[in-house]
Nanobody, 123 residues
Framework: VQLQACGGGLVQAGGSLRLSCAAS????????LAWFRQAPGKEREFVAG???????YYADSVKGRFTISKDNAKNAVYLQMNSLKPEDTAVYYC??????????????????WGQGTLVTVSS
């Protein structure tokens, strides 16, 4: 599966951004798409994931501010980020695996990764 992410940029605190990730090659109904992020000097961490035809999962730090959604027809996943904070600054990656894992929050569970898109939130 190849993933192409875009939509990052510079935004002021309190602002919004929408990230997109398009999946190609090997995409089917079993594909699980998720977002991770990596801030400078920190480990890559789970942000949000979407189980097929089921509820989304979010990191506590983004609950109520971020929304993950998927367009099955386009094999794309989106991350709407509202009320952005400086601590949201990071490179955001989309990731994919086939079939849901109970360890959906672990980066080791995802064999496919996009190239990353930088989100910078200024204070």
């Amino acid at each position: 599966v190849q993933l192409q992410a875009c939509g990052g940029g510079l935004v002021q605190a309190g602002g919004s951004l929408r990230l997109s990730c398009a999946a190609s090659g090997g995409s089917d109904n079993s594909l699980i798409l998720a977002w991770f992020r990596q801030a400078p000097g920190k480990e890559r961490e789970f942000v949000a994931g979407l189980r097929s035809r089921s509820k989304p999962y979010y990191a506590d730090s983004v609950k109520g501010r971020f929304t993950i959604s998927k367009d099955n027809a386009k094999n794309a996943v989106y991350l709407q980020m509202n009320s952005l904070k400086p601590e949201d600054t990071a490179v955001y990656y989309c990731a994919a695996r086939h079939y849901w894992s109970v360890q959906y929050y672990s980066r080791d569970q995802y064999p496919s990764w996009g190239q990353g898109t930088l989100v910078t939130v200024s204070s």
